[in-house]
């Protein structure tokens, strides 16, 4: 057995990245299968799918061991917790059992391409191995004379884990990739972006749980993946962590675990057409909204303003669109606005904040009384945080929504929400339908009613963005400790401000692990999801350190 022993074990940290990817004390095998390249691809000078994983391990100083066909056969595997098959199309009836109780035992594979189709004398095997280690099919993807296929990344999946929201890896048509046929969409970490729309559901990328193991697959090789190195990075590190007994950890996608955050937005035209009706309605239920009204109204807009504040946020809304077909000057219309918003009293006192829904204000010198500018991809233009923000909300899947109307409707969707990880945009207001009308206020009544019964969370814009910025500074890192099944959790919050409700999920290895958290006060929770808690962290100070320790035991 050929073995590679590396004197440095390098512990990555990347400043882009949420979380600190750690894989030391990780113990990685790879399979070399000159079995497969003498058997099937002899003549083929590019086939030699071990060559880029040893150069991606020698690169970054990464201690890894190498194993030949025989060795898989009947080595016990006692050294190793993640074992690498890249292309190991040829396997031994030994082989498949040996890889099979592998598993089983707890331990986990990364396969890239085909695996166990031939027997040891070349000939085709019987059955399907893969569907009997992981339970799916694969089948090779028609490439219809393209040079390289485009594929996504799941968002809020392990395997995305600081990876842009909107991130894509290219494959590389060198040799024919391959998609799964899989049952439970929730095992897809991906999906191949095709011409023909019907063929979108097609996966290059599953995880699955099988005994006590795990299970990651790519349809293509490492050396057809076409991405910036950092992504390939992460992608690798991501499975690695998540196949090692190691518990996994990172922030929970949104925020208070499974509570959907909510965001009402009401497009307002004249704020003097809201009923005082259905304003003490929204304020009596406590339902937080979000008032865009056209900055021409606003001086019109006399005491309504303040009722309007008492109920929610007020958003001076700037629609340039509008604007220009009316032939207004949005620099004359700013300018009347700050005016009028000029006594601090009075800005105070409606807590108006200056809001961009469409157009492009950035070459605007705004006064002081801008807080914030929102798109549809909630980029924020203010203080330099544009850049920031942007990337953050790339990282999330947003679901915008229209007015609800129908309470089913609303149920559906925030399930729909729930399941995705995403934030709900909901109207109930839109120009012209917040009249004085009694079917409306009586239905406003029983959204809210709803609601207030619903695990959702409640946000204005401003609060929503708040909470993104803040979680790009919140630095997580989890560690071995000497003393057995504990480790070391480190939470930091690199953030100038203090943050509240850190939600972190903690997703362990088996089902058989109970973890427990000592030395300190926080709340451990067990998740809907399989193996997955959450710890929660209350309030966390600008520049604190939470270090605090986890126990498994054995249930």
């Keep these: 057995m050929k073995k590679l022993f590396l004197n440095i074990v390098l512990a990555l940290f990347f400043v882009s990245v949420l979380y600190p990817q750690n894989i030391s004390g990780i113990k990685i095998g790879v399979v070399h299968s000159a079995k497969t390249k003498q058997m099937l691809h002899k003549d083929d000078n590019q086939f030699n799918p071990i060559q880029n994983w040893e150069?991606?391990?020698?690169?970054?100083?990464?201690?890894?061991?190498?194993?030949?066909?025989e060795e898989i056969d009947?080595?016990?595997?006692?050294?190793?917790?993640?074992?690498?098959?890249?292309?190991?199309?040829?396997?031994?009836?030994?082989?498949?059992?040996?890889l099979l109780?592998?598993?089983?035992?707890?331990?986990?594979?990364?396969?890239?391409?085909?695996?166990?189709?031939?027997?040891?004398?070349?000939?085709?095997?019987?059955?399907?191995?893969?569907?009997?280690?992981?339970?799916?099919?694969?089948?090779?993807?028609?490439?219809?004379?393209?040079?390289?296929?485009?594929?996504?990344?799941?968002?809020?999946?392990?395997?995305?884990?600081?990876?842009?929201?909107?991130a894509e890896i290219t494959i590389i048509n060198r040799f024919a990739p391959l998609y799964a046929r899989v049952k439970n969409d929730e095992q897809k970490l991906g999906k191949y972006i095709l011409k023909n729309e019907n063929d979108n559901e097609k996966s290059g990328i599953v995880a699955v749980s099988k005994g006590?193991?795990?299970?990651?697959?790519?349809?293509?090789?490492?050396?057809?993946?076409?991405?910036?190195?950092?992504?390939?990075?992460?992608?690798i590190f991501n499975s690695i962590e998540w196949l090692s007994d190691k518990p996994f950890l990172q922030l929970a996608p949104m925020f208070r675990g499974d509570k959907v955050p909510v965001v009402i937005s009401n497009l307002i035209k004249d704020p003097n057409q809201i009923s005082d009706e259905l304003l003490n309605e929204l304020y009596s239920d406590?339902?937080?909204?979000?008032?865009?009204?056209?900055?021409?109204?606003?001086?019109?807009?006399?005491?309504?303003?303040?009722?309007?504040?008492?109920?929610?946020?007020?958003?001076?809304?700037?629609?340039?669109?509008?604007?220009?077909?009316?032939?207004?000057?949005?620099?004359?219309?700013?300018?009347?606005?700050?005016?009028?918003?000029?006594?601090?009293?009075?800005?105070?006192?409606?807590?108006?904040?200056?809001?961009?829904?469409?157009?492009?204000?950035?070459?605007?010198?705004?006064?002081?009384?801008?807080?914030?500018?929102?798109?549809?991809?909630?980029?924020?233009?203010?203080?330099?945080?544009?850049?920031?923000?942007?990337?953050?909300?790339?990282?999330?899947?947003?679901?915008?929504?229209?007015?609800v109307r129908e309470l089913n409707e609303l149920k559906v969707k925030i399930e729909n929400v729930r399941k995705?990880?995403?934030?709900?945009?909901?109207?109930?207001?839109?120009?012209?339908?917040?009249?004085?009308?009694?079917?409306?206020?009586?239905?406003?009544?029983?959204?809210?009613?709803?609601?207030?019964?619903?695990?959702?969370?409640?946000?204005?814009?401003?609060?929503?963005?708040?909470?993104?910025?803040?979680?790009?500074?919140?630095?997580?890192?989890?560690?071995r400790t000497e003393e057995k099944n504990q480790f070391l959790v480190t939470v930091e919050n690199k953030y100038q401000e203090n943050i509240k409700d850190v939600v972190i999920e903690l997703i362990v290895h088996s089902g058989n692990q109970k973890p427990e958290i000592i030395n300190t006060t926080h709340r451990l929770t067990k998740s809907d999801e399989p193996n997955k808690y959450l710890v929660t962290i209350p309030y966390l100070h600008a520049g604190m350190k939470e270090i605090f320790k986890i126990k498994f035991e054995e249930k």
């Design 55 to 69: 150069l991606f391990f020698l690169n970054r100083k990464i201690p890894y061991t190498v194993f030949s066909d």
């Design 420 to 479: 995705e990880k995403q934030v709900l945009f909901l109207s109930l207001l839109n120009q012209g339908n917040y009249t004085v009308n009694s079917d409306l206020t009586a239905q406003i009544k029983i959204i809210a009613d709803y609601l207030k019964s619903t695990k959702v969370l409640l946000l204005s814009y401003s609060e929503l963005i708040d909470r993104l910025l803040k979680r790009e500074d919140i630095a997580l890192a989890i560690n």
């Design 212 to 235: 006590k193991g795990r299970v990651v697959w790519f349809g293509f090789s490492l050396s057809q993946i076409s991405a910036e190195d950092d992504i390939v990075e992460k992608i």
């Design 286 to 403: 406590s339902i937080k909204s979000n008032f865009f009204i056209e900055a021409s109204s606003l001086p019109n807009s006399g005491n309504k303003l303040g009722k309007l504040s008492a109920t929610g946020d007020i958003n001076l809304s700037m629609d340039l669109f509008d604007i220009n077909n009316r032939g207004v000057d949005k620099d004359s219309l700013l300018k009347s606005s700050f005016e009028f918003l000029s006594e601090k009293s009075r800005q105070k006192y409606f807590g108006v904040k200056i809001v961009n829904l469409y157009g492009n204000l950035s070459g605007i010198n705004f006064s002081p009384f801008q807080y914030y500018m929102v798109t549809d991809q909630l980029v924020l233009n203010e203080n330099g945080k544009q850049n920031k923000l942007l990337t953050m909300a790339n990282k999330f899947s947003f679901s915008f929504r229209n007015s």
């Design 101 to 166: 109780d592998f598993v089983n035992e707890g331990k986990g594979l990364i396969i890239l391409g085909e695996i166990g189709s031939y027997n040891e004398d070349g000939k085709k095997s019987k059955g399907n191995f893969i569907n009997d280690l992981c339970g799916f099919l694969y089948y090779q993807l028609e490439t219809q004379g393209e040079i390289a296929e485009r594929h996504t990344i799941t968002a809020n999946s392990f395997l995305s884990r600081g990876i842009p929201f909107s």
């Design 74 to 98: 009947d080595n016990d595997f006692t050294d190793t917790d993640v074992l690498i098959l890249p292309s190991v199309e040829v396997l031994s009836p030994d082989a498949k059992e040996n």
